[in-house]
């Protein structure tokens, strides 16, 4: 079990051609994710990496393909318009890597989203895996052990580097999903919390906010009424001045709120597990196991 | 991206939203001729909330004491609460003192919880409207516009009745905001903020203008960019705006290098829970090139105040050889004089290891990130 994707999913490139594109396409297929067709307009009726056909549009993909995921590498300026049209296609998974995309684009997207199949993750993310079955994304699939913890966070190098002590511990993920720097964004942690709950699979989760929005806030009242599992936590920007914008468009403390000591309030009032320091999660994560009993079922053998 | 008081009164007298007429004034100690009567407000154009706590608002009551103020406010730095370190003063804005009656809030912002732009609005206008939210709340009125219909006149109307708009005004008021959310959506906006709104017997009138923009929207509005004043920005912060890096300036003596936001931000607190203090936030993003780290340490190196260097990075897609590379490359380049400390993680560490070891410069090499922050505070504070 995992969530949102596996060995089944077959997925669209859309802005294959480009050279971001290009190259983590070439690393997914690596990593054995079914990439089963590439869109560029224009550029329909191409093949690219021997085997993968090119289309004009995301539709004409998945009638040839049947195809049922997609991920969007193209520039911010035709952000809004690939990821209409994937959800257009009815696609039930669209994964946005575009960084930069105007407030505005989004606003309309998210509105248009309501009442779709889709299930939109990002903008302004580095996608998502399940190790040993599918990687939808640019996270670098070397880190990850197959295992039961779940994975979710606003922030890609700060995951990978949160992964990277989990499975030096021998502690492996069972699905790991970035949902992006962004105020707006398809996916909350709530969304990627619930999933996690109900997958059988997972028996414990490491969540990594940060600074700006409310999303931590209203995962922490969700996991109080809600969610059983262990969860450890870090929410960075602890030091970050007010008013400045931390590299992420939705990292900004602005009108005194989305600071990371409100947020860590709640969360540790939700009964989650706080690190004050982002080195010390893997074996916070580890000790939280031992004490609930379930460390000798998350050690990958 | 911010823009001053006075260009954000031009953008609002271009879009219909009644505004005070006011002189800029650039140079002291010239002819001051003003076309109306006093009194005077005179108000310092400098990227910052909370000018007037801070002394950056001044009232004359005549042309020799506007004269008198202009003359000390030009050249001065403003500290306000927002910029505690303060704000050169260049340009000043000399308006009508109008009757300050009644003085309410109103502002356009993305809600993104709520996915639409909110109008906020208050009769406790005047003061920081931090200050109402945490001791008033319900003193502020949020009413959130619905993307797919725009502001109708039943939303200006409702916010009209909650501010107790004349009647004679509602119809003015209406306009004023339905053309407040033209403005917004036609410049891709972040903020437009008026504080004061003044209600007296001219009718509605913007004391103030506050607009931003968004960064990412800035492609589509190349004549906005002509409004940047970049003599208001942190030098070392627009220089990395050249080089496409995220940088902020803060005020300790460890510079950071780091890839990815989130990890830029964790690098600071760590740095700060172990007793050191960042003088900066950097992102150097997706991809490390020589010329890009280049840059980034001749930014780091700016700052007189910074005493030692961490890099940290996690390589996911950059290869930490790469970064190993230009690391080297920029060390050598830009004459390296405080101590660097490398933690290289991910992609291909071992030959980056191997280049630091190899290139036979000063640089102190961490297993981890743990191991890189305590060696980093060391050698700040001389230890190491």
């Known amino acids: 079990m995992s969530v949102l994707i596996d060995e089944n999913t077959r997925v669209i490139v859309q802005g294959i051609t480009g050279k971001t594109g290009s190259f983590h396409t070439e690393q997914m297929l690596k990593y054995g994710t079914k ?24 539709k004409e993909a998945k009638e040839a393909t049947k195809a049922n995921a997609s991920i969007i590498f193209v520039p911010p300026k035709f952000a809004k318009d690939s990821i209409l049209e994937a959800i257009d296609a009815d696609l039930e998974l669209v994964v946005v890597i575009t960084e930069g995309i105007p407030a505005l684009d989004m606003l309309e997207v998210k509105r248009y989203l309501h009442g779709k199949a889709t299930r939109l993750i990002g903008p302004n993310c580095p996608g998502l895996i ?31 580097e949160v992964t990277n002590q989990l499975s030096i511990l021998n502690i492996g993920q069972s699905s790991a999903i970035g949902i992006g ?14 999933l996690f709950n109900e997958d059988e699979d997972t028996y414990g989760i490491v969540m990594i906010g940060e600074i700006g929005g409310t999303g931590e806030e209203e995962a922490a009242s969700w996991i109080k009424e809600n969610c059983k599992k262990p969860i450890v936590s870090f929410i960075a920007g602890s030091t970050a001045p007010k008013g400045k914008r931390m590299g992420h468009a939705g990292a900004i403390i602005s009108g005194g709120k989305g600071t990371a000591s409100d947020k860590k309030q709640c969360l540790k009032d939700a009964g989650v597990k706080i690190c004050e320091t982002p080195d010390v999660i893997g074996e916070a994560m580890y000790e939280l196991l031992k004490e609930k009993g379930l460390l000798e079922k998350c050690l990958v053998k | 991206m911010k823009i001053h008081e006075y260009q954000a009164k031009e953008l609002f007298r271009k879009y219909g939203i009644p505004t005070d007429n006011g002189i800029l004034v650039s140079e002291k100690g010239g002819d001051l001729e003003i076309p109306f009567d006093p009194p005077y407000v005179i108000k ?14 001044k009232l004359a009551k005549s042309i020799n004491e506007a004269k008198e103020i202009v003359n000390n406010m030009i050249g001065s730095t403003l500290y306000t609460k927002q910029v505690p370190d303060g704000k ?51 003193k502020i009125y949020t009413e959130v516009i619905p993307y797919e219909i725009g502001l109708k006149t039943y939303h200006a109307t409702y916010i009209a009745k909650k501010l ?105 607190d760590i740095i ?37 260097i961490m890099v940290n990075i996690f390589g996911g897609i950059i290869k930490c050889d790469v970064v190993a590379e230009g690391i080297v490359e920029a060390a050598k380049a830009v004459e390296l004089n405080v101590p660097l400390v490398v933690r290289l993680n991910g992609t291909n560490y071992e030959l980056g290891k191997e280049i630091i070891s190899k290139s036979g410069l000063n640089i102190i090499y961490a297993s981890d990130m743990h191991d890189a922050v305590i060696k980093t505070v060391k050698a700040s504070r001389g230890e190491l």
């Open chain 1, 35 to 58: 990439i089963v067709a590439g869109v560029t307009p224009n550029k329909g009726g191409t093949v690219v990496f021997d085997t993968i056909p090119v289309f004009d549009t995301v």
């Open chain 1, 130 to 160: 399940t190790p040993g079955k599918c990687k939808i994304g640019i996270l670098p699939a070397s880190i990850y052990k197959k295992g039961h913890i779940g994975v979710v966070s606003r922030s890609g190098t700060l995951t990978y």
């Open chain 1, 181 to 194: 720097g962004d105020s707006l964004r398809g996916t909350s942690f709530v969304d990627v919390l619930k």
């Open chain 2, 44 to 57: 310092a154009q400098v990227h910052s909330g909370g000018r007037g706590k801070a002394g950056g608002v």
């Open chain 2, 88 to 138: 050169k003063v260049n340009q000043v804005l000399i308006t009508d003192a109008s009757a300050l009656t009644k003085q309410m809030y109103l502002a356009l912002t993305v809600d993104a919880a709520r996915e639409g732009i909110a109008v906020i609005a208050s009769l406790e206008g005047g003061t920081e409207i931090e200050e109402v939210a945490s001791s008033n709340p319900e």
């Open chain 2, 164 to 268: 107790e708009i004349k009647k004679e005004n509602i119809n003015t008021f209406v306009t004023m905001l339905k053309n407040m959310y033209k403005m917004f959506f036609e410049l891709d906006c972040s903020l437009i903020e008026i504080n004061p709104l003044v209600e007296n017997d001219n009718g509605l009138i913007a004391i103030d203008a506050k607009v931003n923009f968004d960064d990412n929207a800035l492609y589509r509005h190349p004549e906005l960019l002509e409004l940047r004043d970049t003599k208001e920005e942190d030098p070392k912060e627009l220089l990395a705006m050249e080089h496409d890096l995220n940088f902020v300036t803060l005020n300790g003596n460890i510079g950071c290098l780091v890839n990815g936001a989130g990890l830029a931000m964790a690098t600071m």
């Open chain 2, 272 to 308: 700060k829970s172990y007793g050191g203090s960042p003088a900066n936030f950097l992102d150097i993003g997706g991809s490390a090139t020589v010329e890009r780290v280049t840059a980034a340490f001749k930014i780091l190196l700016m700052d007189e105040n910074v005493e030692a």
